[in-house]
């Protein structure tokens, strides 16, 4: 494939949603460019702005928050796999508002239709479904523990 094709195709590809380095490396293997082509579009995308892997990461972290309802162990973990620096997810992850986290592990946890009569049975499948959802152990069991749900 021509460069300016591959780079036209990859302005529309990071315009259509946020994405990080590593998305873009595995999208530009699959159009059989050579290693120059593929450095000058990956510069030329980082340079005008195209790529920028914090602005993803926050945009990653606010969308799983808000609309999957993640905990930030299962987030850290999913931006570790796309290749972004610890210290770009540190940083955004810190930035988390934890009294409204909490409360959104609090909904969470109210909102679960768990169908089991023991009480021990119902305690311990709220805690594997939230620790599942990323939430920390020891807020699961806090909440859990305090609220008796």
Request: glycine letters at 4%; aromatic letters at 10%.
């Amino acid at each position: 494939m021509e460069r300016d094709i591959a780079l036209k195709k990859m302005i529309h590809y990071c315009d259509y949603q946020d994405r990080c380095k590593k998305e873009i490396f595995t999208k530009l293997d699959t159009f059989e460019l050579d290693d120059n082509d593929r450095d000058f579009i990956i510069d030329f995308l980082q340079d005008e702005g195209f790529i920028n892997d914090e602005r993803y990461c926050r945009s990653f972290v606010k969308g799983k928050l808000n609309l999957k309802k993640w905990g930030v162990n299962k987030i850290k973990l999913s931006l570790i796999t796309k290749g972004i620096d610890k210290e770009i997810i540190d940083e955004v992850l810190s930035e988390i508002d934890q009294d409204s986290y909490k409360e959104e592990l609090v909904n969470l946890l109210k909102n679960k239709k768990i169908n089991e009569d023991d009480p021990y049975k119902r305690k311990a499948k709220l805690i594997r479904y939230a620790v599942g959802k990323g939430y920390s152990l020891s807020m699961v069991m806090e909440i859990v523990n305090g609220n008796e749900q």
